[in-house]
Each structure stands twice: as structure tokens, then as C-alpha cells.
């Protein structure tokens, strides 16, 4: 994603490989202190791609806010980013390549009999997820 004005003075991305022409915002995992590879998934294939830049974050609402201000392009999941999407202070890039989806991860006590309430969520959630 990037902010309309960072857009109108680089040109927008068309393939994965050009986004390491653009100034990226590089969020790193703050565990581990090393920076998130950006991926891009499309018909089953992921592309990996090597990018650099003068902003390095941890955290993601100064990440959104450096975005917003222009500073480059920035990688994340679209969950919660509806007011900026919306308002088109950011606007996404490569959607054709954005298939991947949102890890979830349900954990519980391990048990051989699973409450019933517990089987049913899990259940709902497969069938819910897979579409």
C-alpha cells in the first residue's frame, strides 16, 4: 500500500519485483529484530522480494503513519485498514498478487474429548475460512 501523494511522484508497482525500485517501509518482528520478508501470493505461487529503505519500524501504527505521510510503500495485511482504504489515504498495490490470506490460529487445551462447544467453533471456523 502506499499513499496517493508518495504515488504521484513513483510510478505505482505492476510487478512484484518492482517494488524494490521504491523506498520501502520495513517493518521488522519486534521479538527478533529482523525485518518481515514481503511476499506476494497469485495462482497458488509466492514471490519473495528482497526490499530496502530508510524506515525501519516495529510498531504498526507508526508504520501506517509514516505511509500515510508519503515516506513509501509499506506491506501489511488488510485487516483494520478500512479508514484508510476507504478515506483512499492509502491505496493498495498489486492486488492481483495479494491472495494470501490472514493466518488464524485456534489453540486449546489438549484433551481427547473436546467440549462439544469447542468442536463446533473449530468446525464453523474451517468451513468458514475455506471459502
Known sequence: MAAPT???????????ADIAEHHAIVFRDPQSRRPF???FHRGGKA???????????DDPSA?????EAGSGVFQSFELGLEPWLESRR????LDQWS??????YAY????RQLPSKVRVFLDFLGATLST
Open 90 to 93: 492509502l491505496v493498495t498495490l
Open 99 to 104: 491472495e494470501e490470506r490472514f493466518p488464524l
Open 6 to 16: 508518495y504515488l504521484d511522484s513513483h510510478p505505482a508497482p505492476r510487478e512484484p
Open 37 to 39: 520478508t514481503w511476499e
Open 63 to 67: 508504520a501506517l503513519a509514516a505511509c
Open 108 to 111: 486449546y487445551a489438549s484433551r
Open 47 to 57: 514471490v519473495e522480494v528482497s526490499v530496502g529503505g530508510r524506515v525501519v519500524l
